[in-house]
């Protein structure tokens, strides 16, 4: 069993960054690939960002591309979504997932954290 936690949250101005890190309460021999979703009041739950266990690999939703960056620290359980360029439509909760691939497909993600809000005003 894997338990995510997500920090970083919080209220933030349009144009402006945060930073959410997500830590994995003990390590597995188990090599977890990481993804970031977040769900909007509302809507469905949508892919942000995943990345494989060696970091060399990631995937970013489109609406993400080039404001967003994902980054993992094996040595310390924790991943990282660097947000840039926020925008009043990122507003969501935030939820890391660890899974078996780096997917976009929230069903290949078998543990998931409770997620960190995110506010974005105009």
């Known amino acids: 069993q894997v338990q995510l936690v997500e920090s970083g949250g919080g209220l933030v101005q349009a144009g402006g960054s945060l930073r959410l890190s997500c830590e994995a309460s003990?390590?597995?021999?188990?090599?977890?690939?990481m993804g970031w979703f977040r769900q909007a009041p509302g809507k469905e739950r949508e892919f942000v960002a995943a990345?494989?266990?060696?970091?060399?690999?990631?995937y970013f939703a489109d609406s993400v591309k080039g404001r967003f960056t994902i980054s993992r620290d094996n040595a310390k359980n924790t991943v990282y979504l660097q947000m840039n360029g926020l925008k009043p439509e990122d507003t969501a909760v935030y939820l890391c997932?660890?899974?078996?691939?780096?997917?976009?497909?929230?069903?290949?993600?078998?543990?998931w954290g409770q997620g960190t809000q995110v506010t974005v005003s105009s």
């Open positions: 997932a660890a899974g078996r691939a780096a997917a976009m497909n929230a069903d290949l993600y078998d543990y």
């Open positions: 003990a390590r597995t021999d188990r090599r977890y690939a």
């Open positions: 990345i494989n266990w060696g970091g060399g690999i990631t």
